[in-house]
């Protein structure tokens, strides 16, 4: 599979898990280090990308974000590495 990075781009994490600037590649597992809830919310993004999709509502349609669900709405940014 294709490689995806995930990188924290803005909000806070409410476990202080991660913070701003936190980098993941993924590949075929489950990077170390993010947790359950963000990997969750994230995960469909990042394997459209794997499968060679794209996000047609983005100007760059190999890149786009999403907030973690929990409550201070953490922002990762998804793109192809």
Do not use: Y
Request: glycine letters at 8%; one cysteine or more.
């Amino acid at each position: 599979m294709k490689k995806v990075k995930i990188k924290v781009v803005g909000g806070e994490c409410n476990q202080h898990f991660h913070k701003i600037g936190d980098e993941w590649e993924v590949e075929n597992f489950t990077p170390e280090g993010i947790c359950t809830s963000a990997f969750s919310s994230i995960f469909p993004l990042i394997l459209t990308l794997q499968c060679g999709g794209e996000f047609f509502w983005e100007k760059d349609k190999k890149v786009t974000r999403a907030i973690c669900p929990d409550d201070k709405g953490l922002i990762f940014e998804i793109t192809e590495a």
